[in-house]
């Protein structure tokens, strides 16, 4: 065990020498070679603009003399972080020191002793103004193991202009959806009816909970698995008929994630979209072809009658073999002021997780559309905080796959998960 993790770590050294060589990093100030200690944030692909962020990067290091900040991306793709979080934390690897964690992950990498104990940086008082899942997120037996930075959750998109010209309303249902997408498909060429985030990964599993959830289904229940009810087998059903019977998703959508369905609607070649937050702010851009054309609103109902969106978000966690653990702390805090959260939601779009920043004149003089965003965030629905969540994700990826590519039937993929699901809750008992 001690040969594999020795193994493991002179592997990433070697990787990550190489990359600093290679250049996937960049040192925000000019004045590196002169610092004494350099602190890595390392964080998915910033869709937009990421100036502001590079901005708060140089305030740090001008008000932290002698410290320089390497800004490292990694894909966009949550699990292929998680991955690479996993292989490196087990390594013990100190490469890194401040980093985003997806809200899923935290219990996780807490329960694993990766995340340096964050608590004194928030105190009680001072979670209240937090949406309160996201504290809920952050926590991990009490103890709080990163400071919630962005939050999201699941939104429909559509072109008002197209819905205004043949008539009909913002949908409020699924089967608005469709009875919307299937006439106006029929009259403009070259138009998809609805796009989504079907590739098996997590973002598949945000997309497919709305529905159950719509549909009145669960997936997790007093600690047992019901994920094979009616509700949920209707809810796959609907899905899959999206591809299959109304032909308004296009059945390339297995392959699509939050980039490319965004990048089709951006191209005016969709009427509805299913997406996080983030887009909303890249289609405000003049240059965007859809510029104008675009409202957003809450995810649409289904049979049990209300709304409920996915909660997503990324929050901000030391790295426990940090060899700067107070500088890598003081970074996580200062990028999560509330100072800092409101530079980032004018210019990059990203959403706060601080509700009080819902009511700040300037931002919402710049982006009234955050007033809506207020209310579908307090509402949003986690996915289970559990340190086996991944596991849970896995058996959801693989099985809603099946379901909506028609290998399996979705009851025959509700059976599988629910095995699956039952097996790992066992596990966590134990
Ligand atoms: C977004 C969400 C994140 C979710 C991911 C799925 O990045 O913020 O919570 O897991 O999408 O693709």
Known sequence: MRLLKNLIKYSLLTVCSFSATAGCSSPVGSSRAASTRTIVFKHG????????????????????????????????STDEQHQFYVINLQGESASFDVFALDVIWISEFARAGWLRNLSDSLPVAAREDFFSATIDAVTYREQIYALPWVIGAGLLYYRKDLLEKYGFAPPQSWTDVVAAASQITAKESNLHGFVWQGKQYEG????????????????IEDGHSVINSKENINALKMMRSMIYDFHITPEFVTTLTEEPSRRLFGAGRALFMRNWPYAWSLFEQTSSPVYNKVGVTTIPRGPAGESYATLGGWHLGVNKYSR???LAQKLARFLTSAYAAKKLALGTGHEPTRRSLYKDPELLRKHPFKRKLKDIFEKARPRPVTPYYMMISQVMQR???????????????LVDAHDQIEHILAIEKQ
Request: charged share 25%; hydrophobic share 35%; proline share 8%.
């Open 399 to 413: 099985e809603f796959s099946a379901a909506i590519s028609r290998i399996k039937t979705p009851q025959h993929a």
């Open 324 to 326: 700067s653990p107070e």
């Open 45 to 76: 692909k910033i869709f937009g603009d990421s100036g502001p962020l590079k901005t708060l990067l140089r305030e740090f290091e001008v008000n932290n003399p002698g410290v320089s900040v390497l800004d490292e991306e990694l894909p966009s």
């Open 204 to 219: 598949l599993v945000c997309n497919s909970l709305e529905y159950l959830w719509t549909f009145g289904g669960k997936v």
